[in-house]
């Protein structure tokens, strides 16, 4: 028996006893290592995995290392059925926006590691294609956070913050940069022909972003250097909305949202839509910094729960939620969260609006 698929032809392991979840995939990626191979299934476009035993009558996915039982499949047909339908639960592809000046380490890995268990292909990006690092006090558990007076880094996240920096997952992002045109200056030589030019390339960076579900500013304070005011990760996002994706920003990351604006009434994207962020009472006074330079601004250059209010207009609004252990903020297509703890759950919340249709949540 054979499962069809869109790849190479699959065989089925002959069912034996016991737990199926015994086995340790072998991940592969080449599709002329499938060619050569026996016994793979499919887990993502162009990711298998291959059984080291025999698994009878399972298609199986991992992504933590643990085999998941799908329905069983006692016939070829059932067998490419279910194929079909671990093909759609991992194809899902996420544009993650990340700071070269420094990200928040567990704003990163909570929704990352919560794409990585759905299947999701995820896809990282910096302003000029620079690798992308963690701010040192995210990856330690005794760090103390001022406003609150207390660590809101525990060991795990620590853990595994040092985990994701020592990975490769960050080596090779798409460089925003080369990627997204940049508006011409009014005084340019050749303006008008330079900004016909720009509204082509915008054109095509459109059909660019046709193969993405969502696009994540994660946080930390490093978007407040180079990604808030840059017109490229403006457009990216414009483009998301533009074709009706998931738009997601957390803590400082969504600053962004607020200051992408269409440029003929220059009105935020979220004016009328309900946000969360990183609130007034969890500023820093002192010591806010960033990676790859000394300068200390003391304080963040701007309060960003007062550009959220200004920005949501009077028929939306900002959640800052003080004061409640948690703040995500659903209104579609943004999902929005306030600050490290919330990280986790607005990956949750993102994987929900994809899979399951959710368009409120939080207020």
């Not at 291959?50 to 698994?55: E, H, S």
């Not at 005084?187 to 969502?214: F, M, N, P, T, V």
């Not at 696009?215 to 990760?233: K, M, Q, T, W, Y």
């Not at 994706?245 to 269409?262: M, N």
Request: glycine fraction near 10%; proline fraction near 7%.
């Amino acid at each position: 028996m054979q499962i069809l698929s869109t790849g190479p032809v699959l065989p089925v392991c002959p069912e034996i006893p016991g737990d199926h979840r015994a086995a340790t995939p072998r991940r592969f990626g080449d599709s002329a290592d499938i060619r050569k191979s026996e016994g793979y299934f499919l887990n993502s476009a162009g990711d298998y995995l291959k059984c080291r035993d025999d698994l009878g009558r399972y298609l199986t996915k991992s992504h933590t290392g643990a085999l998941t039982r799908a329905p069983g499949a006692t016939s070829v047909d059932d067998a490419n059925d279910n194929g079909r339908r671990l093909e759609e639960s991992v194809s899902r592809k996420i544009l993650v926006i990340v700071s070269e000046h420094g990200y928040w380490a567990e704003e990163l890995i909570g929704p990352v590691s919560t794409f990585d268990a759905q299947g999701y292909e995820v896809v990282f990006a910096t302003p000029t294609g620079k690798r992308a690092h963690a701010l040192p006090p995210s990856l330690d558990a005794d760090y103390i956070d001022p406003p609150l007076g207390r660590s809101v880094t525990t060991e795990e996240n620590a853990r595994l913050g040092r985990e994701f920096e020592r990975s490769s997952r960050l080596d090779s992002p798409l460089d925003i940069e080369a990627w997204v045109p940049e508006r011409p200056y009014t005084s340019d030589e050749g303006y008008l022909r330079k900004l016909e030019q720009y509204h082509r390339d915008l054109d095509r960076l459109d059909a660019d972003i046709a193969g993405y579900d969502a696009i994540l500013i994660v946080g930390g304070s490093g978007p407040i250097a180079d990604l808030a005011n840059n017109e490229r990760v403006h457009a990216l996002i414009l483009a998301f909305r533009k074709a009706g994706k998931v738009v997601a920003a957390e803590c400082y990351g969504v600053a962004c949202l607020a200051f992408a604006r269409d440029w003929d009434d220059r009105r935020s994207i979220i004016w009328g839509k309900h946000v969360t962020g990183h609130c007034k009472e969890y500023d820093y006074k002192d010591g806010t910094g960033f990676l790859g330079t000394d300068f200390n601004m003391g304080p963040p250059p701007y309060p960003l729960e007062y550009i959220l209010r200004d920005a949501t207009g009077p028929h939306g609004a900002y959640h800052g939620n003080f004061g409640k252990p948690v703040s995500v903020i659903v209104d579609h297509p943004f999902v929005t969260g306030r600050s490290t703890p919330d990280s986790y759950l607005t990956g949750q919340k993102i994987v929900e609006v994809l899979e399951h249709g959710l368009t409120r949540y939080g207020w």
